[in-house]
């Protein structure tokens, strides 16, 4: 019963990693464009929504918000984030040099971008973790001895219906067919009519909603947010999708739950701290056996810096 | 010199051989996201050297960097399968693995780190961060720094103009992974103590950050990146948070102001000529 225990805690814990690392996945897959501003996106709208909870509205023009509308700013704050990084790095380096060939240009924007929110956000409310308060923080299920946290299942499975809305999104519709022309070439969707420039905002605005409702799925779940909650959890959703291969939605889904599900067997097996020995030599040993990751598209990512 | 002063000289130092180390990788076309972790194995390889072997402070630091060297030559030959992005993440998880080895063994100290015996002093330092300087001032006019810089370039055609691009790429790995191992030996004598906190994936980003700032075709470019981001938030003069959000911005503005880094191979040969009339026409 202990292992069933601990599979349903890595699904669950999976299911935050997979909302961003199809962030990831889809800002690689589409643009070509490894964004490193995305685990503080996740950050950004864990501790705004924390904040508005906590202090209100800035300048006093609310009282402290409850815990909806509170992690709603949060989200709509992260995608505002994650359309400034778009205006300062991609857009920028496509008008100037046509092509964003040197990559790590735009990477490297992004690290920038990455400090600057995250030192933002250490100025204003200090280094410490804060709770996050829900009404149903410890809303659990027993059932034949099992421990279900309601909320966190309900967090998976939004999490999972987002990324199944994506792909049909991406497979069926008008927008999703200009998005695979962009990723695919794009020079020629822009020949063949595709408003490449007023496609790429789009993408943008769906990594900071991606990231967004991860960090509120992560407030709720946990209870807690911290300025630091991008780099633990944030990296490790970049773990989830180089295991799955870049650019596939449903790989990153895959190695979004194969972290959470080695992180929970790792720390039950091994102690606190082997997690982070297990997830990144997972990802070295797959990298050695398969350097595409499981799923990826041979052509993905492989561009030079 | 007053004990601020030397302090920053020696942070400088330091920083200056870590980003000669990622540099020389970064030279030959390879993005080495996992700093962090070649910089842990040179402090923590230097630590047990001295406490568990007792070796004198110059053979601990040399063993080292030789351990460094030998650890990227092994490490190479798994990430260079890799390319592009997932290159840079390979190399980031190896950072991580390495880190989160020493964080679990009580050998090495775990979170509580490892307290040295010796110390260095800055004078020491500066010494070696001319050496390292010097050298890959030097390297980069050998051929070998010619074919690591074709292989920057393009490496379809360097292959094609017979540079053996592999051999290329494991020697910079090699040679990277020891300058950065010496210079996290310098680090361990120098503060007298190693905690594995400080190697962590910022550390990793922040080096980077100085290579490719100070721009990765010429050797100036290390050297200007490093002391440009040690030095400015020392003038700053700020709180530690302000300092890192002022240095996220300089990244961001310097890379829509200068992409390429801010020492470019142009720029060089135009201060070149000016220097000397006799070069303009060469």
């Given at each position: 019963m202990l292992i069933v225990q601990q599979v349903l805690n890595g699904l669950m814990l999976g299911g935050i990693y997979v909302a961003v690392a199809v962030a990831f996945t889809l800002t690689i897959g589409i643009l070509n464009f490894l964004n490193f501003t995305i685990p503080t996106l996740f950050m950004l709208a864990g501790m705004i929504g924390w904040s508005v909870s906590f202090?209100?509205?800035?300048?006093?023009?609310?009282?402290?918000?409850?815990w909806i509308p509170s992690l709603a700013i949060g989200i709509l704050c992260a995608i505002v984030a994650s359309l400034i990084v778009e205006r300062f790095t991609y857009r920028y380096f496509k008008a100037k040099h046509?092509?964003?060939?040197?990559?790590a240009i735009p990477l490297v924007s992004s690290l920038g971008f990455l400090l600057i929110f995250e030192y933002m956000i250490l100025i204003a409310h200090g280094s410490d973790p804060r709770g996050f308060h829900t009404?149903?923080?410890?809303?659990n299920w027993r059932v034949a001895g099992l421990v279900i946290s309601i909320p966190q299942v309900v967090g998976l499975i939004v999490s999972l219906a987002i990324v199944a809305g994506l792909s049909v999104l991406l497979a069926r519709s008008k927008l999703g067919r200009a998005l695979r022309a962009t990723a695919e070439k794009p020079d020629t969707a822009v020949l063949m009519g595709v408003e490449v420039n007023r496609i790429v905002p789009i993408v943008f605005i769906m990594t900071g909603l991606l990231c967004g409702l991860a960090g509120a799925l992560f407030a709720v779940n946990y209870g807690e947010v911290s300025p630091f909650m991008g780099e633990q959890v944030g990296t490790k959703a970049i773990a989830g999708m180089v295991l799955g291969g870049l650019g596939s939605v449903w790989g990153a889904v895959a190695g979004g739950l194969i972290v959470g599900l080695t992180e929970t067997f790792s720390i039950y097996f091994?102690?606190?701290?082997s997690a982070q020995v297990t997830i990144w030599g997972l990802l070295l040993v797959i990298l050695l056996i398969r350097p595409k990751g499981l799923f990826g598209h041979n052509a993905i990512g492989k561009g030079k810096f | 010199m007053s004990g601020y002063l030397s302090g920053v000289i020696a942070i400088l130092g330091i920083n200056v051989i870590f980003a000669y180390g990622i540099f020389v990788t970064a030279a030959a076309g390879q993005l080495n996201l996992g700093g962090a972790g070649f910089q842990a194995i040179g402090a923590y390889g230097a630590a047990i050297l001295s406490l568990?072997?007792?070796?004198g402070i110059w053979a601990a630091i040399a063993a080292a960097t030789v351990i460094g060297g030998l650890i990227g030559f092994l490490i190479a030959f798994p990430i260079l399968r890799t390319r592009g992005v997932y290159m840079v993440l390979a190399t980031f998880a190896f950072a991580q693995v390495v880190v989160g080895i020493v964080l679990n063994s009580n050998y090495l100290g775990g979170s509580m780190g490892l307290i040295m015996s010796d110390y260095i002093e800055t004078g020491a330092i500066i010494w070696a961060t001319l050496g390292v300087i010097l050298f890959v001032f030097y390297l980069m006019s050998t051929p070998m720094g010619l074919a690591m810089r074709a292989v920057h370039d393009d490496e379809p055609v360097a292959d094609l103009m017979g540079v053996n691009n592999r051999a290329v790429q494991v020697a910079a790995f090699a040679l990277g992974g020891a300058i950065t191992g010496l210079s996290g030996a310098l680090y361990a004598y120098y503060f007298g103590f190693v905690e594995?906190?400080?190697?962590?994936a910022l550390l990793s980003i922040f080096v980077l950050l100085y290579v490719l700032i100070g721009g990765?075709?010429?050797?100036w470019g290390p050297l200007v990146g490093a002391g440009f981001f040690t030095l400015i938030p020392e003038a700053l003069r700020m709180g530690e948070d302000w300092r890192f959000l002022i240095f996220g911005v300089l990244i961001v503005a310097m890379m829509i102001l200068r992409p390429e880094g801010i020492v470019t191979r142009d720029a060089v040969d135009r201060i070149r000529a000016r220097l000397s009339p006799r070069a303009r026409d060469a």
């Open positions: 202090y209100g509205l800035p300048f006093g023009m609310s009282e402290p918000l409850g046509g092509d964003a060939t040197e990559h009404p149903f923080g410890d809303l091994f102690g606190a701290t | 568990e072997f007792g070796l594995v906190q400080y190697f962590n990765t075709q010429t050797a």
